[in-house]
Nanobody, 118 residues
Framework: QVQLVESGGGLVQPGGSLTLSCAGSGAGFDVYTLGWYRQAPEKQRELVAS???????NYSDPVKGRFTISRDNARKMGYLRMNSLKPEDTAVYYC????????????WGQGTQVTVSS
């Protein structure tokens, strides 16, 4: 059974940076596609970025060029580096495992709040 725990969220000013972390446990972390999703108030959960087993990355258009997804399989850790943050990036961010390039798998973390505001 895979379990995921996110950390690193918080309040940041526009233009600032944050790095989210996702700590995994259980078997298979290194072979699953890692995804980061976000959900803003009154909006549907959406893909932010994904990183497949073979190293292929995928980013949604709103974050392309600003966010970077990465992972450390030996430590069972996933990361999302977020630069040049905007107020519209405010959301709860979720780590996901086991999905595909564009769709989530069944393993979710509990989420971490990111608020971008001056």
């Amino acid at each position: 059974q895979v379990q995921l725990v996110e950390s690193g969220g918080g309040l940041v000013q526009p233009g600032g940076s944050l790095t989210l972390s996702c700590a995994g446990s259980g078997a298979g972390f290194d072979v699953y596609t890692l995804g980061w999703y976000r959900q803003a108030p009154e909006k549907q959960r959406e893909l932010v970025a994904s990183l497949a087993f073979g190293g292929m990355t995928n980013y949604s258009d709103p974050v392309k060029g600003r966010f970077t997804i990465s992972r450390d399989n030996a430590r069972k850790m996933g990361y999302l580096r977020m630069n040049s943050l905007k107020p519209e990036d405010t959301a709860v961010y979720y780590c996901n495992l086991g999905g595909t390039t564009w769709n989530p798998g069944r393993y979710w973390g509990q989420g971490t709040q990111v608020t971008v505001s001056s």
